[in-house]
């Protein structure tokens, strides 16, 4: 039986986390109901989920970036008996694409209102759907709410070799140009999509007009050249940039369906020629954008072979994996829903 605790991890090494955090976490928050666990690595953080799940804190809150979250959430899948704790999610790192889902507004005001009331059980909650995520023959799955594999991915690496000199906002720019430079006469090569079972819908023109593909596991879905491939089961990326704009659309079917966002364009340079109008380049930030070379589909189990780069909520993989499976998986994420409180 989960107790009516919470459990605050601070992740030592996310952006926006410097050594008064935690004080000012205790001088916001009553620490009778409240635990506050720090983590500086890998190992710590294993410990510290260990006796979270061991002593079935009702509540969590993964203070730092999507990565944090996710960490956790995978922990304590593995390490619990089942039963997964309510997730709190704040703007602790960089992107922080989560804390919009639910409405989580900087600073700690929300929070001190869930720390005030009388039970964190009666708190009001959202589901958030996940991705399962296998990589190449790996048979034990990460979760996830989304993935990628191509330019974000390569983006996302040169970002983090960068860093130190250039972070938040500004490192991402450098990232971007950096990588448009160096691959400024770049091919892309071929790759292939494949239906592993479920449905696939194809929406298309700018109503995103649905019709139903009719394939067979095995089948190929998409096969030829591709900048990008995204997956998730939010719209979100960081920053509010709604990348996968027909995620919330996936709730059409009973099992559940991801969107498949394919780039098709050949080379990078159509591809900025699609996309870097600043028109367009807005209206991909907000979800609008539409383009005969972006295929857009609603799917429930695909594995893409794909050369370069791949990412799991930002966190990119090293080495590349050839291979990427991801399935709209039957597990949701439970989390407060900081818009009503």
């Not at 920053?239 to 969107?259: S, T």
Request: some cysteine; glycine content about 8%; hydrophobic content about 40%.
């Amino acid at each position: 039986m989960p107790t009516d605790k919470l459990a605050i991890v601070i992740n030592a090494n996310a952006r926006k986390v410097d050594p008064r955090t935690k004080i000012k976490i205790e001088r916001h928050l009553p620490l009778k109901r409240i635990e506050i666990f720090e983590s500086a690595s890998v190992k710590q953080a294993e410990e510290i989920y260990q006796e979270i799940a061991d002593k079935e804190f009702g509540c969590v809150l993964p203070y730092g970036g999507d990565g944090s979250i996710m960490a956790a959430l995978n922990l304590l899948i593995q390490k619990g008996n089942g039963a997964l704790p309510t997730f709190i999610l704040q703007k602790g790192g960089t992107g922080n694409a989560l804390p919009p889902v639910v409405g989580a507004k900087r600073g700690f005001s929300q929070l001190e209102r869930i720390a005030s009331a009388g039970s964190f059980s009666k708190l009001p909650t959202i589901k958030i759907p996940l991705l399962e995520v296998y990589l190449d023959e790996h048979s034990e799955p990460t979760y996830t709410f989304n993935a990628g594999k191509g330019l974000e991915a390569e983006v996302m690496k040169t970002y983090e070799a960068g860093k130190r000199e250039a972070n938040g906002r500004l490192g991402y720019v450098s990232a971007i140009a950096a990588v448009i430079h160096q691959n400024w006469d770049k091919k892309y090569a071929i790759t292939e999509v494949i239906c592993n079972g479920g449905r696939v819908l194809q929406a298309s023109g700018k109503h995103d007009l649905i019709s139903i593909a009719d394939l067979k596991p095995g089948e190929v879905i998409y096969e030829g050249p591709a900048a990008n491939i995204s997956a998730g089961a939010t719209p979100f990326f960081g920053y509010g940039f709604k990348a996968l704009p027909l995620a919330n659309a996936g709730a059409i079917d009973r099992e559940g369906l991801m969107h498949l966002r394919i780039c098709t364009h050949p080379t990078q340079k159509q591809l900025l020629k699609d996309i870097a109008q600043p028109v367009h380049a807005w209206q991909l930030f907000k979800g609008v954008y539409r383009s005969q070379s972006i295929i857009e589909l609603l799917a429930q189990d695909i594995t893409v072979e794909m050369e370069g780069a791949a990412q799991i909520a930002g966190d990119v993989l090293f080495p590349d994996p050839a291979k990427i499976r991801a399935v709209y998986s039957k597990i949701k994420l439970i989390a407060v829903d900081l818009s009503r409180i």
